[in-house]
Protein backbone atom coordinates (compact mmCIF):
# COMPACT_ATOMS: atom_id res chain seq x y z
CA UNK A 1 0.00 0.00 0.00
CA UNK A 2 1.30 3.09 -1.03
CA UNK A 3 0.19 6.59 0.36
CA UNK A 4 -2.04 7.55 -2.03
CA UNK A 5 -3.54 4.21 -1.47
CA UNK A 6 -3.46 5.35 3.10
CA UNK A 7 -5.29 8.54 2.31
CA UNK A 8 -7.43 6.97 -0.39
CA UNK A 9 -8.76 4.76 2.71
CA UNK A 10 -8.95 7.69 5.35
CA UNK A 11 -11.19 9.75 2.71
CA UNK A 12 -13.42 6.99 1.84
CA UNK A 13 -14.47 6.30 5.03
CA UNK A 14 -15.37 10.22 6.07
CA UNK A 15 -17.08 9.87 2.56
CA UNK A 16 -19.16 7.20 3.75
CA UNK A 17 -19.80 8.98 7.17
CA UNK A 18 -19.27 11.70 9.64
CA UNK A 19 -19.12 9.42 12.84
CA UNK A 20 -15.58 8.49 13.95
CA UNK A 21 -17.15 5.21 15.37
CA UNK A 22 -18.93 4.10 12.02
CA UNK A 23 -15.35 5.31 10.25
CA UNK A 24 -13.61 3.09 12.46
CA UNK A 25 -15.81 -0.09 11.69
CA UNK A 26 -15.77 1.11 8.12
CA UNK A 27 -11.81 1.44 8.00
CA UNK A 28 -11.54 -2.00 10.06
CA UNK A 29 -13.28 -3.68 7.41
CA UNK A 30 -11.45 -2.33 4.57
CA UNK A 31 -8.15 -3.29 5.71
CA UNK A 32 -9.11 -6.52 7.21
CA UNK A 33 -9.91 -7.23 3.56
CA UNK A 34 -6.38 -6.85 2.41
CA UNK A 35 -3.05 -8.95 2.53
CA UNK A 36 -1.64 -8.22 6.11
CA UNK A 37 1.30 -6.51 4.57
CA UNK A 38 -0.66 -3.95 3.10
CA UNK A 39 -2.32 -3.52 6.63
CA UNK A 40 1.10 -3.08 8.00
CA UNK A 41 1.44 -0.55 5.39
CA UNK A 42 -0.94 1.33 6.75
CA UNK A 43 0.61 1.30 10.27
CA UNK A 44 3.60 2.48 8.48
CA UNK A 45 1.77 5.30 7.11
CA UNK A 46 -0.09 6.48 9.73
CA UNK A 47 2.80 6.57 11.99
CA UNK A 48 4.70 8.92 9.76
CA UNK A 49 2.28 11.10 8.90
CA UNK A 50 1.70 11.50 12.91
CA UNK A 51 5.42 12.17 13.36
CA UNK A 52 5.55 15.58 10.83
CA UNK A 53 2.91 16.96 13.07
CA UNK A 54 4.54 16.02 16.42
CA UNK A 55 6.39 19.27 17.15
CA UNK A 56 5.84 21.73 19.84
CA UNK A 57 4.35 24.52 17.55
CA UNK A 58 1.30 21.45 16.82
CA UNK A 59 1.50 20.56 20.48
CA UNK A 60 0.88 24.76 21.40
CA UNK A 61 -1.71 24.92 18.92
CA UNK A 62 -3.66 21.99 20.05
CA UNK A 63 -3.52 23.38 23.64
CA UNK A 64 -4.82 26.71 22.14
CA UNK A 65 -7.55 24.76 20.15
CA UNK A 66 -8.33 22.99 23.99
CA UNK A 67 -8.15 25.68 25.74
CA UNK A 68 -5.03 24.43 27.79
CA UNK A 69 -6.98 21.31 28.22
CA UNK A 70 -3.95 19.28 26.11
CA UNK A 71 -1.93 16.64 27.98
CA UNK A 72 0.47 14.32 25.97
CA UNK A 73 -2.26 12.04 25.79
CA UNK A 74 -4.28 14.43 24.41
CA UNK A 75 -1.97 15.58 22.11
CA UNK A 76 -1.45 12.13 20.69
CA UNK A 77 -4.75 11.59 20.17
CA UNK A 78 -4.84 15.46 18.60
CA UNK A 79 -2.28 14.13 16.22
CA UNK A 80 -4.24 11.25 15.06
CA UNK A 81 -7.47 13.84 14.51
CA UNK A 82 -4.99 15.64 12.18
CA UNK A 83 -4.76 13.09 10.06
CA UNK A 84 -8.13 11.81 10.03
CA UNK A 85 -8.79 15.20 8.43
CA UNK A 86 -7.69 13.55 5.37
CA UNK A 87 -4.77 15.36 2.89
CA UNK A 88 -5.07 19.02 1.74
CA UNK A 89 -5.75 19.88 5.28
CA UNK A 90 -3.18 17.77 7.04
CA UNK A 91 -0.81 19.00 4.51
CA UNK A 92 -1.84 22.55 5.21
CA UNK A 93 -1.60 22.36 8.58
CA UNK A 94 1.71 20.02 8.78
CA UNK A 95 3.17 22.97 6.77
CA UNK A 96 1.98 25.52 9.74
CA UNK A 97 0.32 24.61 12.74
CA UNK A 98 -2.04 28.39 12.34
CA UNK A 99 -3.37 27.13 9.68
CA UNK A 100 -5.58 24.97 11.90
CA UNK A 101 -7.52 28.41 12.27
CA UNK A 102 -8.70 27.96 8.87
CA UNK A 103 -10.01 24.16 8.96
CA UNK A 104 -13.87 24.20 9.46
CA UNK A 105 -14.06 21.84 11.91
CA UNK A 106 -11.78 24.31 14.65
CA UNK A 107 -13.66 27.19 13.30
CA UNK A 108 -16.56 25.08 14.32
CA UNK A 109 -14.94 24.58 17.94
CA UNK A 110 -14.46 28.19 18.18
CA UNK A 111 -18.31 29.02 17.40
CA UNK A 112 -18.80 26.57 20.45
CA UNK A 113 -17.36 28.48 23.24
CA UNK A 114 -15.93 27.15 26.97
CA UNK A 115 -14.49 23.31 26.07
CA UNK A 116 -17.02 22.76 28.95
CA UNK A 117 -19.61 23.32 27.07
CA UNK A 118 -18.54 20.70 24.25
CA UNK A 119 -19.79 17.14 24.06
CA UNK A 120 -17.11 14.02 23.83
CA UNK A 121 -18.03 14.05 20.02
CA UNK A 122 -16.52 17.41 20.16
CA UNK A 123 -12.94 17.13 21.10
CA UNK A 124 -10.61 17.39 18.31
CA UNK A 125 -9.48 13.35 19.22
CA UNK A 126 -9.46 10.42 17.39
CA UNK A 127 -7.45 7.52 19.98
CA UNK A 128 -8.97 5.01 18.25
CA UNK A 129 -7.75 5.71 14.93
CA UNK A 130 -4.41 4.02 17.16
CA UNK A 131 -5.89 0.62 17.03
CA UNK A 132 -7.39 -0.22 13.75
CA UNK A 133 -4.69 -1.61 11.67
CA UNK A 134 -4.23 -4.26 14.51
CA UNK A 135 -7.54 -5.02 14.94
CA UNK A 136 -7.94 -5.29 11.16
CA UNK A 137 -4.66 -7.71 10.89
CA UNK A 138 -6.13 -9.66 14.02
CA UNK A 139 -9.59 -9.96 12.00
CA UNK A 140 -7.57 -11.16 8.84
CA UNK A 141 -5.36 -13.32 10.19
CA UNK A 142 -6.30 -14.15 13.88
CA UNK A 143 -3.26 -13.46 15.12
CA UNK A 144 -3.40 -10.97 18.70
CA UNK A 145 0.32 -9.89 18.01
CA UNK A 146 1.11 -10.25 14.73
CA UNK A 147 1.32 -7.00 13.36
CA UNK A 148 3.64 -5.97 16.27
CA UNK A 149 5.86 -8.55 14.99
CA UNK A 150 5.76 -7.59 11.82
CA UNK A 151 6.37 -4.31 12.49
CA UNK A 152 9.04 -5.18 14.01
CA UNK A 153 10.71 -7.30 11.10
CA UNK A 154 10.49 -4.89 9.33
CA UNK A 155 12.35 -2.44 11.48
CA UNK A 156 9.30 -0.43 12.25
CA UNK A 157 8.65 0.69 16.19
CA UNK A 158 5.39 2.37 16.38
CA UNK A 159 5.03 5.04 19.19
CA UNK A 160 2.79 5.36 22.15
CA UNK A 161 2.85 8.73 23.42
CA UNK A 162 4.46 12.05 21.65
CA UNK A 163 7.89 12.80 21.30
CA UNK A 164 7.90 16.37 19.61
CA UNK A 165 10.56 18.21 17.59
CA UNK A 166 11.93 21.43 17.29
CA UNK A 167 12.43 24.09 20.23
CA UNK A 168 9.81 23.63 23.21
CA UNK A 169 8.57 27.13 24.39
CA UNK A 170 6.39 27.95 26.92
CA UNK A 171 2.46 27.73 26.31
CA UNK A 172 1.33 29.03 28.96
CA UNK A 173 2.95 32.81 27.76
CA UNK A 174 0.23 35.01 26.19
CA UNK A 175 2.88 37.18 24.31
CA UNK A 176 4.30 34.19 22.96
CA UNK A 177 1.58 32.23 21.75
CA UNK A 178 0.25 34.93 20.16
CA UNK A 179 3.49 35.88 18.28
CA UNK A 180 3.68 32.39 17.23
CA UNK A 181 -0.26 31.42 16.72
CA UNK A 182 -1.46 34.61 15.61
CA UNK A 183 -4.45 33.68 13.47
CA UNK A 184 -5.76 30.81 16.37
CA UNK A 185 -4.93 33.12 18.82
CA UNK A 186 -7.45 35.76 17.51
CA UNK A 187 -10.32 32.88 16.72
CA UNK A 188 -9.95 31.10 20.23
CA UNK A 189 -8.68 34.06 22.53
CA UNK A 190 -9.94 37.37 21.06
CA UNK A 191 -6.45 38.75 20.35
CA UNK A 192 -6.20 40.61 17.38
CA UNK A 193 -2.35 40.18 16.01
CA UNK A 194 -0.96 43.75 14.89
Known amino acids: MDMS???????????ETPDQDERLE??????AGLPPGDIADF???????????????HWAAAAVVCDGLCSDDG?????????????EVFERVAASADALAAV?????LAGLGEVDAWEDADW????????????AFRRATGQE?????????????????????GVSWDF???????????RLSELFLGEKVA
Request: charged share 30%; net charge negative.
Open 5 to 15: AFWGLVERSRD
Open 26 to 31: WLTDAL
Open 43 to 57: QVHFDRLRSRVDTWD
Open 75 to 87: FFYFQAWLVGLGP
Open 104 to 108: PAVVR
Open 124 to 135: PDWESLDYVAGE
Open 145 to 165: EGLERLLEARGHSSRSSPDPV
Open 172 to 182: DDPAEVRGRLP
